[in-house]
């Protein structure tokens, strides 16, 4: 028998029983007649003491040879300590060993396994079996087991079916790029990974399957962030003879209780609602953080065709008012300055207002405006003496979405994105379509097969841009959790919809042909949402990476540098694919 205990689990009641324990070496200490060591596995830590005088000659030489990281087995008596540890739920005791083996030896390990590892990042992940003996990320990926069971529950009690999808499939337009699997058995053909299993949920309503739930992996081809990886995963969700409002309700209430189950914290529902068009002037952001207001205020009529050449050239104007800063030196708004002109943000430069205690303002403008404009501006703020205001001023859309990140920066650096504190909202009234300059056609903002509200029919044959979509996406501080929408549910629509997008009938039927025949037998109307999982857990987590809450996650360049992939493959693989490389030459 390899234990009769786990490491985390013996207590004062169980002293003077013999038990037998296994795991791996946290730490040894020899203190000259006293040896002790700290033995750990997934549920805790256990001391084991050894007095030399009264230990085996044959289990001491054991011990001798035992380092960090070794595989031992201990069978001894548990005894109570003499100074405890309240650190540790098993501070209170130890055990005395008899008898030691030795199960695996390790090499010391190429970072420390401590809660504050001197391990790089690349170098963890390398090691990640490592890294995963280590608390934080155990205690990650717990909290994601746990979070993932509770909505298996949840969802349950709702009467949602857990269905699995394919993996290798034809590519589903959720805008990203695909990848693609070649077949052997149909060489010159490939399978795509799902991005995300979109078009069979929509088929398992069509097969009555009524509620369908699924944790399950997509994969998209993008460009990398803290909070995207290649492979990731979804709660994905479809229901029937639903309305919007139905599907909101469901899934706020998961949510809600995700957060009393898991965290214990309260949320009130229903969840704040907000148009899309609201969410972009107010906070520049289809996924606006509300924990705090600081909303974005556009003063473009009241700041033009007053001398001040930039402000004059441009589309808009708006700015932000933040509490209590008029405090700010001169040092610190230059560093804003240079905060908002980084190339990722890209604003030319930042005009500031300070309110001053006495009533009077400063501000990087007093050549061109009076303290009578000023305060026309403060005003439309309704600034107070104290007050700090921020403008930027360029096109509208873009000017905007700068000041969301100027927006959220004041919010970090004056403490007002306070951790622990939770609020969600649903975004809604999304446009149904983009307009994109470079190609010259509308894409879907959401997907394709995202239905139009009804009032909105009469813009399809005169200004598509302005069709808004009955599409959700679910927020939590500045974190976009999870969307979906109400599906086009008849034929024609949908064969309208991929019209817009450009696709020709021969291209629609070749992509979508079995959705559409679909579509001819029985369409219950229908919608959902998918959930991205790994936010959620990053979000419950208190981190921003989601990297944290994947067992093993892949590296800033899509490389899982443990398993070293990708990788090329054999010549004997590609002949069988009958595939040849045509690489380009390297730069
Ligand atoms: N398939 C969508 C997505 O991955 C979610 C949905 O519409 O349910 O974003």
Redesign the pocket.
């Known amino acids: 028998m390899h234990r009769t205990h786990n490491c985390g689990e013996l207590r004062p009641e169980h002293v003077n029983q013999k038990v037998t324990l296994s795991g791996w070496v946290q730490r040894k200490r020899d203190k000259g007649g006293m040896i002790w060591i700290d033995l750990r596995d997934r549920y805790g830590i256990t001391q084991l003491a050894f007095d030399e005088s009264k230990t085996d000659a044959e289990v001491l030489k054991r011990i001798e040879k035992i380092g960090r990281e070794y595989v031992i087995k201990a069978t001894g008596t548990v005894i109570e300590r003499y100074s405890k540890n309240n650190n540790i739920p098993t501070g209170e005791i130890e055990v005395f060993p008899d008898e030691i083996i030795i199960l695996s030896q390790s090499e010391t390990p190429p970072f420390t396994i401590e809660d504050e590892s001197d391990g790089s990042d690349e170098l963890r992940m390398k090691y990640r079996y490592l890294d995963i003996r280590r608390n934080p990320v155990r205690e990650a990926l717990m909290l994601r087991h746990k979070i993932a069971q509770e909505t298996r529950k949840y969802l349950d009690t709702f009467d949602f079916v857990e269905v699995e999808t394919p993996n290798l499939i034809k590519s589903t337009p ?1 805008g990203a790029r695909d990848f693609v699997v070649p077949s052997r058995m149909h060489p010159g053909s490939f399978y795509a990974l799902p ?4 078009t069979f ?1 929509q088929l398992l309503m069509l097969g009555g399957m009524d509620k369908y739930f699924q944790i399950v992996k ?1 994969y998209r081809d993008e460009d990398l962030r803290a909070d995207r990886q290649p492979e990731f995963t ?1 709660i ?3 229901m029937a003879f639903v309305e919007q409002d139905d599907i909101m309700k469901t899934f706020e209430g998961l949510m809600k209780h995700l957060f009393n189950q898991v965290k214990n914290i309260k949320i009130e529902t229903p969840f704040k609602r907000m148009t899309w068009h609201d969410a972009m002037d107010k906070y520049g952001s289809d996924k606006p953080d509300i924990r705090f207001d600081m909303e974005i205020h556009e003063l473009t009529s009241l700041v033009q065709n007053q001398g001040f050449k930039v402000f004059d050239m441009v589309e808009y104007v708006g700015g932000i008012c933040a509490k209590k800063a008029a405090s700010y030196t001169r040092k610190q708004l230059d560093e804003l300055t240079k905060f908002v002109q980084k190339p990722q943000i890209g604003a030319k430069g930042l005009v500031y207002v300070k309110c001053n205690e006495d009533g009077s303002f400063k501000s990087s403008v007093d050549k061109f405006f009076d303290a009578e404009a000023l305060k026309k501006w403060a005003d439309a703020f309704n600034a107070e003496p104290g007050d700090l205001l921020l403008l930027l001023a360029g096109d509208k859309r873009k000017t905007q979405e700068q000041l969301c990140e100027l927006r959220l920066e004041m919010g970090n650096q004056l403490d007002l994105r306070k951790p622990g504190t939770f609020a969600p909202l649903w975004i809604v009234d999304f446009p149904l379509l983009e307009w994109d300059e470079e190609t010259q056609r509308f894409y879907a903002m ?2 394709p ?2 239905s139009a509200k009804t009032e909105d029919n009469g813009f399809f044959d005169t200004d598509p841009g302005k069709i808004r979509a009955n ?1 959700y996406d679910m927020v939590i501080n500045g974190v976009e959790l ?4 109400i599906r086009i549910h008849n034929r024609e629509d949908q064969a309208r919809m991929f019209k817009l997008l450009g696709f020709t009938t021969e291209e629609a039927e070749s992509q979508f042909g079995f959705l559409m025949n679909a579509f001819r037998y029985g369409v219950p109307p229908h919608g ?3 959930f991205g999982f790994d936010r959620v857990c990053a979000l419950f987590g208190g981190s921003d990476s989601i990297r944290d809450y994947i067992a093993f996650p892949k590296n800033n360049a899509g490389r899982d540098v443990m398993i070293d992939a990708p990788a090329p493959i054999a010549n004997t693989q590609l002949s069988e694919l009958e595939l040849k490389l045509n690489l380009k030459p390297k730069h």
Do not use: L, M, R, V
């Open positions: 959720e991005q995300s299993p979109q949920k997509c979804q994905d969700c479809e959401h997907h097969f995202t599409a999870g969307g979906g929408s959902g949402i998918a």
